[in-house]
């Protein structure tokens, strides 16, 4: 099998602070660096670390911004045949982070709202692909290549971040969903229903993954619950943790692990990251994900 991620590619500029700035207030700050982001991208990264022959449909502009936005897709060894330059600015990502490894976000989509279904041929969609998505580019293309990788076989995984509105039959023709619990709360709201994976996956009929930070996280599928505690480490960035999390995911589930066991896969991984700067620059290849799993 093989991981094909539509989805955004960022330069992410992060600002290193004491403390998160509040409104209207200036922080003058500890350290900057220019890194590769977006979630698509780092998704990319984080599959491709792991050992999964990834490829990447997505856009980025014809400026400087762009070298560092696929830099780490490059050197992990992602396929960018499907990436186009367009004429729009790069999209990019204002993080600052405090010593306590919390963030405050900010993102200009720029290019990443020019990515169109039409750059993933149908032959690309077969069933030995997994199709991974999120919300960083235009839901419409997401809704039109969801239903068309369903009609062909390919298994849809996607990471309803940000949250975002798609018909219900979007949702419906996924393999799996993958949340945050804010991210949870919103589809809950809509739904009518509570904003656990049981209760999701009953309202949508399909399998529902929730991520709850230090809380671990939770499934449900037609087979019934399964949790996973997260591994107790001390943070040092948690900007893309959750992006490392579904990338480690659909790899562990293309080398046909259980979900349970891609989750727990997904979670060392996901702690990993959290000890080191930075989004894609900070996630574990294989062994290291190996080497966490060894000693828990």
Not at 86 to 113: E, K, Y
Not at 115 to 134: F, K, S, Y
Not at 179 to 191: F, G, I, P, S, Y
Request: glycine letters at 10%.
């Amino acid at each position: 099998m093989s991981i094909l991620v539509f989805g955004s590619a960022n330069t992410d500029l992060v600002f290193r602070v004491p403390a998160l700035p509040a409104p209207g207030e200036t922080v003058l700050g500890q350290g900057f660096q220019q890194l590769s982001g977006g979630k698509g991208a780092n998704q990319a990264v984080a599959a491709a670390r792991d050992g999964a022959a990834v490829a990447f449909a997505g856009c980025v502009g014809e400026d400087g911004l762009a070298l560092v936005a696929t830099q780490a897709m490059r050197e992990a060894g992602v396929d960018l045949s499907r990436l186009l330059a367009v004429d729009a600015p790069t999209g990019c990502a204002s993080i600052c982070v405090d010593g306590q490894g919390r963030n405050q976000i900010a993102v200009a989509p720029g290019a990443n709202l020019m990515t169109r279904a039409a750059q993933v041929e149908d032959a690309a969609l077969h069933p030995g692909v997994i199709l991974l998505m999120q919300m960083e580019v235009p839901a419409e293309e997401i809704s039109d290549l969801v239903l068309r990788a369903a009609g062909l076989g390919a298994q849809c995984i996607l990471n309803l971040a940000p949250p975002a509105d798609l018909p219900l039959e979007v949702l419906r023709a996924l393999h799996l969903l993958v949340l945050n619990e804010h991210e949870a709360a919103v589809l809950a709201t809509r739904l009518g229903t509570e904003d656990t994976a049981a209760a999701l996956h009953a309202a949508l009929g399909i399998a529902v993954a929730v991520t709850r930070g230090e809380a671990g996280a939770e499934a449900a599928t037609e087979a019934g619950l399964a949790s996973m505690p997260c591994f107790p480490i001390v943070p040092v960035d948690t900007t893309g943790a959750g992006d490392t999390w579904c990338g480690v995911l659909a790899a562990g589930l293309d080398r046909g692990l259980p979900l349970i066991q891609a989750m727990r896969r997904a979670a060392a991984a996901a702690a990993l990251a959290c000890t080191r700067p930075g989004a894609a620059p900070a996630m574990p290849v294989a062994a290291e994900t190996d080497a966490m799993l060894a000693t828990r």
